[in-house]
């Protein structure tokens, strides 16, 4: 979300910019009527405010991501980086699926 919002305001911003441009360049011309200097004012604004709150939001993602611990899908209990289960909860689920899918009878 915070990478939406940053590029929200920078594209806001890179809008703003060239209406302004697009402005100064034809100041004599009816073209400069469409654009006026209020509404790129106000415009800024938003764009400018949209790329704090982005980067803002970006350092508390970061700042998320140290914080939180990988846990079991199952039992909760904190599990290393990249696993979905735990190992006790990861080895039932295996031998599950290993007697579901292997079905022959064993010979004694």
Do not use: N, Q
């Not at 360049?25 to 938003?46: N, Q, R, T």
């Not at 970006?58 to 140290?66: D, M, P, S």
């Not at 190992?87 to 031998?95: E, G, K, N, S, V």
């Amino acid at each position: 979300m915070a990478a939406t919002i940053l590029r929200l305001g920078l594209w806001t911003l890179i809008i703003v910019l060239s209406l302004y441009v697009v402005h100064e360049s034809f100041e004599d011309s009816p073209v400069a009527e469409y654009v006026p200097i209020g509404m790129l004012s106000k415009a800024l604004g938003v764009g400018a405010a949209l790329l704090v709150l982005g980067i803002i939001l970006r350092i508390f993602e970061k700042g998320a991501k140290a914080v939180v611990k990988h846990r079991c899908a199952v039992c909760r209990t904190p599990i290393p980086s990249g696993a979905i289960f735990c190992r006790a909860h990861l080895r039932t689920i295996l031998h599950e699926e290993d007697d579901r899918t292997h079905m022959t009878k064993l010979r004694k």
